[in-house]
């Protein structure tokens, strides 16, 4: 009988990356994000495809009851789907922070609590969350996003020890620099909540920070390959840092005290920020092609 994984957010980036990785191991891939159309090329490999939000209860029940009907089973459940909604916290409306942590938290929770009951009656299985080096370090108008992976840990530390017991394992991966869409759309909703005000110079800042592409970048493949390895290893670790400059941050953040790491990470933002400020400028000041006669 094939191993039966879900993967939410597939629709590009680490989810799509994670499913065909599974479904090359020879896993039985149930990939869903809230654009079906997004996912077509996994459906023409055999990944199965689903639309589904996971603010939707009844989405994620009916999600559960389909793949356990059509497989039997659940083994791993890859809980993916998230995005990065930046701003001052002065500056972001509540609605939008509660739904960070409808996204990026409550419905991780939620899939957790519908896979459980096939989970223990099977006596094993995995639940892997995708969180990031975010949460274990922090940026400037980034609070509503880093509070949500932060809480994702938390509740993944405490349902590690409570599942052991059941032969269930609970991973966290965490990202570091990766290419895949979340730089551009965090930079552009930072301009769109906290631009033009009080935060006005930070926030452009910051967001030509986060939407630089560092020329080392790590593609979503590392991602996946990590998740691959907490999926089939027979003793998985608790957390997989992945990624460029993922160890390098966690490792700094245990080093250094408080003070000393938000020194730290403003100048970092400052630099990355002024970097790619002056490269936009270049490019704006660059010669056109010259036009024959």
Not at 6 to 24: C, Q
Not at 124 to 140: E, K
Not at 165 to 188: D, N, S
Request: glycine letters at 10%; aromatic letters at 6%; hydrophobic letters at 45%.
């Amino acid at each position: 009988m094939s191993t039966v994984a879900v993967v939410t957010g597939a629709s590009a980036g680490i989810g799509a990356a994670t499913a065909f990785r599974l479904h090359e191991l020879g896993f039985t891939v149930y990939a869903v994000a809230r654009r079906l159309d997004r996912m077509a090329s996994l459906a023409a490999v055999g990944i199965h495809t689903a639309s589904v939000d996971v603010t939707d209860d009844a989405a994620l029940v009916a999600l559960v009851d389909r793949v356990v009907t059509e497989s039997g089973r659940i083994d791993v459940l890859v809980n993916n789907a998230g995005y990065g909604s930046f701003g001052a916290l002065e500056d972001v409306p509540m609605d939008e922070a509660r739904r960070q942590f409808e996204v990026n938290v409550f419905g991780a929770a939620r899939l957790c609590q519908l896979v459980l009951p096939q989970l223990r009656a099977q006596g094993a299985g995995r639940i892997i969350n995708v969180s990031s080096v975010g949460a274990r370090l922090y940026q400037p108008l980034g609070s509503w996003y880093h509070s949500t992976k932060y809480a994702l840990e938390g509740l993944s530390d405490c349902l590690r020890v409570e599942l052991k017991p059941l032969g269930i394992h609970v991973v966290v991966i965490q990202p570091g620099g990766i290419a895949t869409e979340f730089p551009r759309v965090a930079g552009e909703q930072l301009i769109a909540t906290s631009g033009g005000g009080a935060y006005d110079e930070h926030a452009r800042r910051y967001a030509a920070a986060l939407m630089s592409e560092p020329e080392h970048i790590s593609p979503p493949s590392v991602v996946a390959d990590a998740i691959a390895r907490a999926a089939t290893a027979r003793r998985p670790r608790t957390r997989y840092a992945v990624g460029r400059g993922a160890r390098a941050a966690v490792f700094a953040r245990w080093l250094l005290p408080d003070r000393v790491f938000d020194r730290l990470v403003v100048a970092l933002f400052t630099v990355l920020g002024d970097i790619a400020a002056r490269r936009a400028r270049s490019a704006e000041q660059a010669p056109g092609p010259e036009l024959g006669t």
